[in-house]
T-cell receptor, first 117, second 113 residues
Framework: AQSVAQPEDQVKVAEGNPLTVKCTYS??????LFWYVQYPNRGLQFLLK??????LVKGSYGFEAEFNKSQTSFHLKKPSALVSDSALYFCAVRDGPIYNQGGKLIFGQGTELSVKP | SQTIHQWPATLVQPVGSPLSLECTVE??????LYWYRQAAGRGLQLLFY??????ISSEVPQNLSASRPQDRQFILSSKKLLLSDSGFYLC????????????FGPGTRLTVT
């Protein structure tokens, strides 16, 4: 069965420092991986995805993620954190094979990022 | 461009009352549609999804139901709300096919009193 894990409930970084939010996955077959961000009382916003190709994926707001097949990880990164990056971050993996037309996603439990000035 | 709407934004309902939450998508056709609930805390629970008009798949047995009367309209309903139905309800859409991400609406905050 497909699964995704975010090992850290909370990550704290200082503004201007690099940030990393961790995600590991377990899938059968090729993984389709996604990152989302959620601000308080708002819906989730799509940041980026890995389907195939380069292991370093660039997304919105200066975020990028590194796909590592040997470590089954898909960590979210940003070179220089902003206070406005403070939010809840979700990693997700596609549930099931590509012919599953439902396109369901399995979400991690979320990681709260806090960026201090 | 595509837009997803949800209403109402907030709702306070007494236990035992009915519920109807609506979600509509603009700018696309034949989307996959999803209802999630996010309880206090953070985890997302998929409640229902739909790949077409009248086609509803339920992920979790409960006192909620969903309907898709039109291609871009998805409704979440209950005949009698429970306290445990409180939460943040999110609708999402996805372009049908293999590789696409889901896009989420702004959500409805439901408080059952």
């Amino acid at each position: 069965a497909q699964s995704v894990a975010q090992p850290e409930d909370q990550v704290k970084v200082a503004e201007g420092n690099p940030l990393t939010v961790k995600c590991t996955y377990s899938v059968s077959g090729n993984p389709y991986l996604f990152w989302y961000v959620q601000y308080p009382n708002r819906g989730l916003q799509f940041l980026l995805k890995y389907i195939t190709g380069d292991n370093l994926v660039k997304g919105s707001y200066g975020f990028e993620a590194e796909f590592n097949k040997s470590q089954t990880s898909f960590h979210l990164k940003k070179p220089s954190a902003l206070v406005s990056d403070s939010a809840l971050y979700f990693c997700a993996v596609r549930d099931g094979p590509i012919y599953n037309q439902g396109g369901k996603l399995i979400f991690g439990q979320g990681t709260e990022l806090s960026v201090k000035p | 461009s595509q837009t997803i709407h949800q209403w109402p934004a907030t709702l306070v309902q007494p236990v035992g009352s009915p519920l109807s939450l609506e979600c509509t998508v603009e700018g696309t056709s034949n989307p996959n549609l999803y209802w999630y609930r996010q309880a206090a805390g953070r985890g997302l629970q998929l409640l229902f999804y739909s790949v077409g008009i009248g086609q509803i798949s339920s992920e979790v047995p409960q006192n909620l139901s969903a309907s898709r009367p039109q291609d871009r309209q998805f409704i979440l309903s209950s005949k009698k709300l429970l306290l445990s139905d409180s939460g943040f309800y999110l609708c999402a859409w996805r372009k049908a096919g293999g590789r696409y991400e889901q896009y989420f609406g702004p959500g409805t905050r439901l408080t059952v009193t």
